[in-house]
């Protein structure tokens, strides 16, 4: 940001072992490449996005949970360990997106492979429905993307 560039030119920001990947708009990546040799007091390089090689296989945990339906607040409460009525406030806050779309129907309905941003607490996938528990209520699988 001390390069006098916009916060919305810069996409995702992904940290790995010896790497990071910044997406970035077309028109300032000759800019940024041209500017930047350090950040803080480490020295850095910007190779282009061919010669970049990051592995994200082991960046999945694939998380089991059991809620009482597959509505979007039952489900972001089981993933925040929030009460229902904060997580109705966090959703109705903006916080929340079903495939990649801002969602402000708490009682929206979740489907396998429906994509589950939460701002603060990450990007998860609706995997499947493994079945019921004895009290009727569900066992689901998701996977975080960390």
Known sequence: MNLGIE???IGDIV???GLTLCFVKDDIKAYIESQISK???TGVKTVDEKDCKIDFSDDIESVTLIVSSM???VIVAAITKLSREKTADFILSGK????YEEIKNVSSILKPEDILTI???GKYVVKEQLGTTKKGRLKII???YR
């Open 119 to 121: 701002r603060g607490f």
């Open 15 to 17: 940290v790995n072992e």
């Open 39 to 41: 950040i803080g007091r």
């Open 142 to 144: 998701i996977e975080h």
């Open 71 to 73: 509505r979007l607040d």
């Open 96 to 99: 929340a997106f079903v495939n």
């Open 7 to 9: 916060r919305s030119c």
